[in-house]
């Protein structure tokens, strides 16, 4: 029986996606996937007036948004796929910058959406949004 080896491009994706893999699992492993949060509320925002506690929200709101392309306005996706279709196999690789850019790109946008949660949270418990009449 021979043994078979891989082809040069095939061998450096391989080390690529260990290395990958390895550093991803050297930091937060549990930041990977979004666990639910108990809203934590502070005196300070239950004693916050619906007012303020509308103003914190739309303060909060600019923080949730994302400037990344989506998956076909990415040049990175499309360089990755023309190259990697055309010349060489290990240009693939390239679509790991546009999934670790959703990646960090949702762990900047957790915060404070979780903030925007809480402060709903108390405008509800406060009844807020009933009106007198």
């Known amino acids: 029986m021979s043994k078979t080896t891989l082809p040069a491009s095939l061998r ?10 390895l550093a991803g699992i050297s930091q937060q492993t549990s930041a990977v996937y979004r666990t639910p949060v108990l809203p934590e509320f502070t005196p300070e925002d239950i004693a916050k007036s619906c007012i303020e506690l509308e103003r914190e929200i739309a303060a909060q709101v600019p923080l949730t948004y ?28 390239l679509l790991l910058v546009p999934a670790y850019g959703n990646f960090a790109d949702r762990a900047r946008n957790q915060p404070a959406e979780e903030r925007i949660a809480i402060l709903r949270r108390i405008k509800a418990e406060k009844h807020c949004f009933e009106r007198d009449t």
């Open 12 to 21: 450096v994706l391989r080390t690529l996606l260990i290395l990958l893999s």
């Open 66 to 93: 994302s400037y990344k392309p989506g998956f076909y306005e990415d040049p990175y996706v499309g360089t990755a796929i023309f190259v990697g279709t055309t010349m060489a196999p290990v240009a693939y690789a």
